[in-house]
């Protein structure tokens, strides 16, 4: 399964043209920059188009999960207060070597995942999830306080 590339997206937005994606990705052909970077620099989009357009990529190539069919790894949860999980409405579901994998509804949520990195020791990676059972699983793995 490919990708769908961000020029393509920019434009499904409405924000480039055909005529703007082929000259950038001339530019990008010659000097090896990214897309986006390019596209920035000669004023065709704000960092916000080029953000949503990067997270619909993201979210057009995640694996869905169902939460109420998959256990969660135990060593997962202890790397991840649960303060800052509920709080992310991120449910950290596996950690495989150097990677920490949560469940999230919205591909959004990663990078403010990725700023906790270093905290969590490891990298970030998702899946997506229905917010009604990632609710269901913080609660079940991270109880409320009585």
Do not use: N
């Amino acid at each position: 399964m490919s990708r769908i590339r961000i020029g393509e997206l920019l434009g499904r937005m409405g924000k480039l043209s055909g005529h703007d994606i082929d000259e950038i990705l001339q530019e990008q052909s010659a000097t090896g920059h990214r897309f986006g970077d390019i596209a920035l620099t000669w004023g065709m989009v704000q960092p916000e188009h080029i953000w949503l357009a990067w997270c619909s990529q993201l979210q057009e190539g995640a694996e869905a999960v169902d939460l109420d069919c998959m256990g969660v790894d135990a060593q997962a949860t202890a790397r991840v207060p649960a303060d800052l999980a509920r709080r992310l409405h991120a449910m950290p579901v596996r950690l495989t070597d150097d990677q920490l994998i949560f469940a999230v509804s919205d591909a959004a949520q990663v990078p403010v995942l990725q700023q906790h990195e270093a905290a969590f020791q490891a990298r970030v990676r998702f899946v997506l999830a229905d917010p009604v059972k990632i609710a269901r699983a913080l609660d079940r793995y991270y109880p409320p306080a009585a």
